[in-house]
């Protein structure tokens, strides 16, 4: 599991180097992306295509090559494979068959995001991509609204500003929101402004929707004090989740007892027979 540059095609380790350089396979999201990463630092390799479409095919060729005692080395367009790319589903075949899988850290552009934020250091949770449609993104969004940690999401061009309208939409728009674009590229952007005046930003120039985004932004504040400040975090994820999953997720995240949220799930929920499990 080889991480990649994310933007600057400097930013690749020596050991990712060295790893691409030994492998007898190199399994590739987009072969021609890889092709351009590899001659960029002097590199050849057998490229393997392995993408969304393909993935559990590819791992079938993958795992008769690491039979025969071959080295594979997997990659995505850019950052850590299978962190909202490709490469999870293949991991777990390859585990499941005995063989051995080694992760080469480097680039991701949700932590590298982080950093530059200045969001307070804290507690924050990685979403991945929101889903495509306003509906299901609004719906998805609501068990995220009230937790207290800073929360991630990567974006494409296309959607980035329906999705900060749907942020000010069902969030606090005073919250504090970082917008970074082309991270490591040259016309890399780290803007900061209330959550509110998000989408106007964007669209005042259009040149501000171009290109690959991470939105970092900054957890709720605490909706209560004390011990029972479980009680919002629980009601918001009985909105979207089951009974089991919300009560293991809300104590989770508060470190709440699993009885008492337990019990209130049930409260909250109508009871023992009111079709959640």
């Not at 540059?5 to 400097?10: A, S, T, V």
């Not at 890889?34 to 960029?40: D, F, G, V, Y």
């Not at 609204?145 to 069902?170: G, I, K, N, Q, T």
Request: include cysteine; aromatic fraction near 6%.
């Amino acid at each position: 599991m080889v991480a990649t540059p994310i933007g600057n095609l400097d930013d690749i380790s020596l050991r990712a180097i060295s790893s691409l350089a030994r492998a007898d396979f190199i399994a590739a999201e987009d072969t021609r992306v890889t092709a351009h990463l590899l001659e960029r630092h002097g590199l050849r390799g057998k490229l393997l295509a392995v993408h969304e479409h393909n993935e559990m095919r590819a791992a079938d060729r993958i795992i008769a090559q690491l039979a025969q005692g071959k080295t594979v080395a997997l990659v995505t367009d850019a950052g850590t494979p299978a962190i909202s790319d490709p490469g999870a589903k293949l991991v777990a075949k390859v585990r499941a068959s005995g063989f051995r899988v080694v992760p080469i850290p480097g680039p991701n552009a949700a932590v590298t995001a982080l950093s530059a934020s200045g969001i307070a250091d804290s507690p924050f949770l990685f979403a991945g991509f929101l889903p495509a449609s306003s509906a299901a993104r609004r719906k998805a969004l609501r068990a995220y609204a009230d937790l207290p940690y800073a929360l991630v999401f990567y974006e494409a061009p296309h959607r980035v500003v329906e999705c900060a309208e749907d942020l000010a939409a069902l969030l606090d728009p005073q919250r504090p929101i970082v917008i970074a674009r082309e991270l490591t590229k040259v016309f890399e952007q780290i803007h900061q402004c209330p959550l509110g005046e998000a989408a106007d930003w964007l669209r005042a120039d259009a040149d501000r929707q171009r290109g690959e985004f991470v939105l970092v932004l900054e957890g709720a504040d605490s909706p209560k004090t004390g011990d029972q400040g479980w009680e919002q975090v629980l009601a918001t994820l009985l909105q979207d989740l089951p009974l089991a999953q919300a009560v293991k997720l809300a104590c989770k995240l508060t470190g709440a007892r699993k009885n008492a949220v337990y019990a209130r799930a049930l409260q909250l929920a109508g009871g023992p027979t009111a079709g959640r499990r």
